[in-house]
């Protein structure tokens, strides 16, 4: 791509928190293959972060990078990646990114950067401001051991209006390895708020008064805008409503399409009545309500707005007021999240888990919400919540912990599934207090570490969804059969990955997604009904790539992945179909240069591949399959004994998930007895360097040789 | 009738059918017809015993593109434009007026094409609107006519109760898809 591409902004803004050195380089040079998003990440950790570096060692850089998409009017484009050495990793820690959504992306590439390296560590706390080609690292004391809210507060009447603040807050600045980042007070990057603290970063601050460049054609860009929005469902992409309406043929009870023409978000002042047809492209925000969705009709009357990310029209953040919690609790009546960090109060006890319509349960929401992004703890996707939960029902705490810390919990409190309860526990948490405490700020492995609990304990029991390596499932066979096991085996984290799932939930009937998944991945066998398994087959396992090279697109482009891909849409004179090459004629728009999918998914494997590769590096061998894909116990069980491909059953069988797996090597490319690339494909992904350092270190598969 | 006044006559039902559809009603012929003569529309239309005006224009909502016909539970075919009102839509409205065949067919559809149960708190929810003593009648009814012994119900583990046909589910696949949609809100 030539330098001045559109899309991109071209500089890359690193700063030395060791030396105080503030400089830029040229993003397409170095970064232009990898788009941005993590994809710059995992090349600024392969080429300058040596493996065995720790997250909190002054060597670990942070990347906080944008993608090419960021901070135009594509829709859903508001996410911050930041790679790192992921501190939750267990049991040593590897290559992991966070993400974000906001307005801080967006901002970065206003100001003129697509990402931001953070290497070092200052001498004393200090927050960095960008303001356009104004960078300047600024003392932080003032706001050292304040929360997110007044660390944001102060930031922003230092800088003044218009800018966005992504700041840590306790938990980061105690360097737990639960830590978060938060920018604009509630949009949450897990696991990476701890390495800020270890670099003593309290905050990031950016204002932008820059754009970005589109280099094709603006009319074609804004018709294919316009095509967008046609093909947007609500969240998650769920294509059609969760009613019956005049417009939709189909429907489904279980959609995150729940607004609908008699709803009111009663908080509102006044309140807002929805009206009108909601298939209208300007009327997309009122489909998608998160809080009614999570916790029931009965949070409509709370309901305040919609918010949400950059150029995204589903705004699924959703701002709830409760009055009673601030006479209650003593917190702001006001708080604002989505997904799991929605329901971060109510997942702790298991009377309110998943309970809907209960104000307990949402008072619980907002007193987890308010202490969770202020404090700057995450959740690793629920799992803090299930295995406190695990600890404390199994009997585990009033084991290990001594008498006199265990006395002093609250515990009737929980036991009365009080949300008072999480005054006492989460600032607990996020200041390392204590045995509990400081376990639970380093994640689901230091229970294993500190207790001597065998892991298998975790990983046997479905109730505590555990996966592998201190992370649990994200949308594994309980959605999707083996192409959810392939996606979870291929992080260090979390999957994070959405592209399967939105397209299984996207609420259509079996048979037009199997008509899609034929387009697509051909063959109607790429898709299973949930809980009605057939064996493994290669269609399935070329899902379970495009679900993942796409995934890995989506963050290196900086649009959702919790909105996309657009395989589906609620267009029934489309047949239902989405654009599967949506995200490269964006890209060949923005940039000037024609991308078909195929070579845009190319870059996306390109992405992916390289984290493989850092994952072989820094795991020290090749062996992947045996080391690194692993599988939960638990998959391979049925609480009622059922046998694997059983109706209604999603246990998994060993040998088909074994084929599912050799089927997904063998689509990958890669040597299919370790699951690693070899030094030829790395060369033909333009990884030719990486695979000659890997192959040198003896890393590639023997076969190859 | 001139081609041109043929063509006048087509856009009218087609404006008609279109107005009806837009308030989210279903239209038989003769109201078609009803609603053009008051507008002196159809005037030029033969009438009986010349001929049957309404098969006249059934033979033209037929050749109309996106118009279409559903036989209707009072025996009469009813008209819509699918674009306005879509087909489970027309069945819906068709039935509102027989609870009993309104909540059986629904669970059979649901049960056959997605396939999945369904709560039963979807129908104390618009369009349906029903009170749950309504809908309890009703599923009390139809568990005593042998035309509908496969409308059944089940109830997941929290206590949700999941209605189903068992012509296209079995139980016990209807109990994990019920338990699985029940539990979607804790697996974002």
Known sequence: MAVRSGGFVGKVLRVDLSTGKISTEDTLERYGALLGGAGIGYRVLWDEVPAGTGPFDPANKLIFAAGLLVGTSVPCNGRTTITTIFPTCWPRPLVGSGHMGGHFAAKLKYAGYDALIVEGKADKPVWLMIRDAHVEIRDAGHVWGTGIRRTTLEISQEMGPDCVVAAIGQAGENQAPMGMVVNSVSHSAGGVGGVMGGKNLKAVAVQGSGAVRIAGDMAAWEKLIKFHLSILGGNNQHVVPSFPTPQAEYYNPASRWIGQPGKRWGAAKPPVEITGTLRDPNRIAYRTNSAAYFLGDAAWKYTVRGNGCTACPIRCHTMLKVPSVTTKYGIPDTGQNTCVALMFGRSFFTQLAGQKNSETAIEACMVGMHLADDLGLWSNYGQLQRDLRKLYEGGYLKARLGSKEYASIPWEKYDNADPAFLLDLIPRIANRQGELGEVLSRGTGAIFDHWSIPEAQWAEDHTTTYWKMGHPKHHANEDDGQCGVIINTQYNRDAQCHSHTNFVRNGLPLEVQKKLAAAIWGSPDALDAPGDYTPANVPKARRAKWSLVRKELHDALGVCNWMGPWAASPLQERGYAGDDSLESKFVSLATGQAMDREGLDQAGERIFTLHRALTIRDMGHVDMRAGHDLVPPWVFKDQNGAAPFTKGSIRMDPDDIARAMEYFYEIMGWDKKTGAPGKARYAELGLADVGEALDAAGLTPKAEK | ?188
């Open chain 2, 1 to 188: 009738m001139s081609e041109a006044n043929a063509d006048d006559l087509a856009q009218a039902v087609l404006d008609t059918v279109r107005e009806a559809s837009a308030a989210m009603r279903l239209i038989a012929a003769d109201e078609i017809l009803e609603q053009l003569l008051a507008r002196g529309v159809a005037t030029q239309l033969p009438t009986p015993p010349e001929a049957n005006p309404c098969l006249l224009l059934a033979a033209i909502l037929a050749g109309l593109p996106g118009i279409a016909a559903l036989n209707s539970l009072s025996g009469r075919p009813v008209y819509h434009d699918l674009a306005l009102l879509s087909r489970t839509y027309a069945r819906i409205l068709d039935r509102k007026d027989a609870t009993e065949v309104l909540l059986a067919e629904e669970i059979r559809s649901n049960s056959r094409d997605y396939p999945r149960p369904v709560p039963v708190e979807l129908f104390e929810k618009t369009p349906f609107n029903l009170a749950p003593e309504t809908i309890a009648a009703a599923l009390k009814t139809l568990s005593c006519d042998q035309e509908f012994q496969d409308i059944t119900s089940l109830t997941t583990a929290a206590g949700a109760v999941y209605l189903f046909s068992t012509l296209y589910l079995k139980r016990g696949y209807a109990v994990f898809l019920a338990e699985q949609e029940a539990s979607l809100a804790g697996n974002p």
